[in-house]
Structures are given as C-alpha cells and as structure tokens.
C-alpha cells in the first residue's frame, strides 16, 4: 500500500469518527472519480496505449470533445480531503465573523442562550466572542497545516 493510501485511510477513519457528512461527501466524490476531456487525455502518454485498444476492439475512435472518468490518485485524495478542511475551516471563520458583525450592527448581544422552559436546569449559551476566536485559530492551523504555511488572508 502506498502512502499515500495508509495516509488517506487514517484520515478518513478520523473523519468518519468527528465529521462523519464530510467524510461521506468525500467518500462519494472519491467514488464517482474525476472528470476529464478527452483532449487533456491526448496528451498523456498513455494515449497510444488507449488508442490502440479501441483499435482492436473495434470501437469507434474517441473525439476531442469526449470526457471520461479517472479514478483519483493517492496525491489527489489527500488533495481532497485538504481542501475540503480548508474550506470548512475558512466557512467556519467567516460565518461566525458575519455573525459577530450582525450582532454589534443591530445591538444584539452576542451571547446566545439555549434553555428549555420546562426544565429548571442552567441554560446552554454559545459566546460568539469565543466561537469565532477558535474558528480563527482552527482556520489559521488549516492552513498552517495544510495550506500556504502561513495564515490565511484576510477577506
């Protein structure tokens, strides 16, 4: 097994366990494979190899138009799942900052409470204060991580 692949399995263990959506979107994105043209196709060497088995069978020769499906390789998996935790974590970062601005836009405390009437236990609150500080740093270690190595820009 490459290392890719044992990289890409352990990953995906983990992801299955805390985020298991975005584990089975990639799942299914790394099924269904990539889309190509047929015209990247021509110019990979495999190209003569492809041509000649449509030869011997008989198969009517694939035009520049066409698209086919190609399977992911281990680089591209792990390219996936990267960018797929960089664009969580950054949605993540902006959502909660969108939300912190509209609460100081309109006077709106940014504490939430959570409480059920009935029940005479202490209410849940979210600090949106808090939530979009550990967004941003989650956002920032991403991309450390992942990403350009440094923090993501500003927007």
Known sequence: MAVEDEQYGRIMSRLRADLPVLAEQLDAEVRSG????????????SYQDRKA??????????AKSDIG????TGSERLDLVRDALLTLAETMSSS?????????EFGVSPVIEF????SASEPDRIDLNIEAERAQRARN???????SGGQVSER
């Open 34 to 45: 990539r889309l190509i043209s047929e015209e990247s196709l021509f110019s990979g060497s």
């Open 53 to 62: 088995r449509l030869a011997e069978s008989k198969l009517p020769k694939l």
């Open 69 to 72: 499906v190609l399977p992911y």
């Open 96 to 104: 909660r900052k969108e939300l912190l601005r509209f609460t100081d």
């Open 115 to 118: 409480s059920d009437f009935e």
């Open 141 to 147: 270690t991403m991309a450390h991580r992942f990403g």
